[in-house]
């Protein structure tokens, strides 16, 4: 069961003081081949991000405990203003355009691998086949800069390879699907530890599913 609590937060940016509210508790039945669940009760990742209602910043939690002092991510954030066109993946939207105006100042903490995870949360919960296209897009560019750089850990490496492969599957691209789960296939082959993910990439190949 999914609840909820809570929350007083000031916004980093322009410091206005907002309340908000958090996932007390969540679950999920299932999942979708692309690793989305599908939640027990309402859908909580609308609480996993919180929306200034002033200036427009979104992010999670973390990204509300101190301040930002850099003019440039500042000025930046504002200029975008607010969010006018309310929905959950324009939220999620909003929230993976902060982050990339903060990397792109150096804010040392972001990295391709923090933007791709908003980037593929915003594609799970795309309201229409050109949003789906357009968010799945964005998490391939930057989980592949992801990979390029090391960003990804160890563990959930081969997890991110399939991934790509899904995504391209997903917004009508098998050329380039099948190409990623043939990379998955050969690296994971034989290999006990990553079965499950070798088992899915050729299952996603050659008869596709869409729920695991």
Known sequence: MTTLAP????CPVCTNEFKSQEIGSCGFASKRTD??????GFNP???FYHLCPDC?????????????????IKKEIKQMGILKDYSLPEKIKRAA??????????????????????????????????????????????FEKALKSNQIPED???GIRYLLGEIYRRIGKPKEANKKFDDVIALTENKEEYR????????????PKDTL
């Open 196 to 207: 499950f993910i070798y088992q899915l990439a050729k299952q996603q190949k050659k008869d």
């Open 7 to 10: 929350i007083k937060l000031k």
């Open 45 to 47: 990742t609308e609480y």
């Open 156 to 158: 959930q490496i081969m």
């Open 97 to 142: 355009n902060c982050l990339q105006i903060m990397k792109k100042h150096r804010k040392e903490e972001i990295n391709d691998f923090l933007i791709g995870d908003s980037w593929i949360k915003a594609f799970w919960w795309a309201l229409s086949t050109d949003k789906e296209k357009e968010y799945g897009e964005k998490a391939i560019k930057f």
């Open 56 to 72: 427009g910043f979104c992010g999670g939690k973390k990204y509300f405990e101190g301040l930002i002092k850099n003019k440039e």
């Open 35 to 40: 690793f989305r669940p599908n939640y027990w």
